[in-house]
């Protein structure tokens, strides 16, 4: 799923996998210049309606522990800390595990 503006420009996208009623958050980006305006937040809501339309009942993702920003964003949309990876990236950081339940569809 992809975010542009009227022009066509760019700004965001977010993949993700199904696999029965679970999914993954592969990746979410949104442009340097378009954050903190809502582009993140509108991906991801539109991400999970249609995984709770094709009853999906957990999305589960990683994010690397120090990206505070991003970790705000998931427990915003309503994703819970499950466990910590140590050495997920190939960086070497570390990924925090995060899962959302979708069965009541609270989006946020």
């Known amino acids: 799923m992809v975010a542009s503006t009227s022009e066509g420009k760019l700004v965001g996208y977010c993949v993700s996998s199904?696999?029965?009623?679970?999914?993954?958050?592969?990746?979410?980006?949104?442009t340097?210049?378009?954050?903190k305006i809502g582009i993140g937040i509108s991906l991801m809501?539109?991400?999970l309606g249609q995984l709770f339309e094709?009853?999906?009942?957990?999305l589960w993702l990683e994010v690397k522990?120090?990206?505070k920003?991003?970790?705000?964003?998931?427990?915003?949309?309503?994703?819970?800390?499950?466990?910590?990876?140590?050495?997920y990236y190939s960086d070497g950081s570390g990924a925090l595990r995060m899962r959302k339940l979708l069965a009541a569809k609270a989006v946020h």
């Open 54 to 58: 094709q009853g999906v009942e957990e």
């Open 65 to 67: 522990t120090g990206n």
């Open 18 to 30: 199904v696999d029965g009623r679970s999914a993954h958050l592969i990746s979410i980006a949104v």
């Open 69 to 87: 920003e991003a970790i705000g964003l998931y427990t915003k949309l309503g994703f819970v800390k499950v466990s910590v990876v140590p050495g």
């Open 32 to 35: 340097p210049d378009q954050r």
């Open 45 to 47: 809501d539109t991400l």
